[in-house]
């Protein structure tokens, strides 16, 4: 059946390392989302793609963070340096936008932990 | 601004009916969905509502009223599996906004 793909499921990094975070949309679907969700924060909106285009990344610290959809099956999130205050849970969400009902879709999460 | 509210937690027995309060103020407004999420996993889409009244999906039923900025998510014949957190979440300027959550605790 048709689901939205991380990987890694799971990152334990040291502080300043590079991370690297990617994501395959469902197939066919023209919207890919980055949230991460913290217990203090709950879901934010880090960036999101319509047709590979960035149209928001608002959300994103642009010093450390950059996302980019390589192709329509790809979409990658990377934090460089990272440090402890990143750790939380990325989840990727893609959907098929264009109209109001634009149902997300969500991955499993990557959960990052950076020491 | 763009505000959610919802409660943060609330207890149910299993069985019974629970009802989840949303209220937002936002900018604009094409729509209002619930996801489901259970712990440690990824939130899963429950229902959208865009026109006012109630959407029933089996167990699961989600009001709207636009003019008082108000929905709520109703949960019938409880199971421990519905243990999870409920998020509200509104279609406004082309962005999802999210509440925080609410976390549902069922007790046999």
């Known amino acids: 059946d048709a689901r939205v793909t991380q990987t890694p499921r799971h990152k334990v990094t040291e502080m300043g390392q590079e991370v690297t975070m990617r994501c395959q949309p469902i197939?066919?679907?023209?919207?890919v989302f980055w949230y991460r969700q913290t217990m203090m924060q709950g879901l934010e909106l880090l960036a999101y793609?319509?047709?590979?285009?960035?149209?928001?990344d608002s959300g994103m610290p642009k010093d450390r963070f950059s996302a980019e959809m390589p192709d329509a099956t790809l979409a990658t999130l990377k934090i460089q340096p990272s440090e402890p205050r990143d750790s939380a849970v990325y989840f990727c969400?893609?959907?098929?936008?264009?109209?109001?009902?634009?149902?997300?879709?969500f991955g499993p999460g990557t959960r990052l932990l950076v020491l | 601004g763009q505000n959610i509210d919802q409660p943060t937690e609330m207890t149910a027995t299993e069985g019974a009916i629970v009802q989840i309060n949303c209220t937002y103020q936002?900018?604009?407004?094409?729509?209002l969905f619930w996801y489901q999420q259970h712990a440690g996993e990824a939130p899963t889409f429950l229902s959208y509502?865009?026109l006012d009244g109630l959407e029933e999906k089996g167990r699961f039923s989600s009001f709207l009223s636009r003019s008082k900025g108000y929905s709520y998510l109703l949960l019938k014949e409880l199971q421990m599996k519905d243990s999870a957190s409920y998020l509200c979440?509104?279609?406004?300027?082309?962005?999802?906004?999210w509440g925080a959550g609410t976390k549902l605790i069922i007790k046999p």
């Open positions: 969400a893609s959907g098929l936008g264009g109209g109001y009902q634009e149902t997300q879709y």
């Open positions: 197939l066919g679907h023209n919207t």
């Open positions: 793609f319509r047709n590979r285009a960035p149209l928001d």
């Open positions: 936002t900018s604009g407004f094409n729509g």
């Open positions: 509502n865009v």
């Open positions: 979440a509104v279609y406004s300027n082309y962005q999802l906004i």
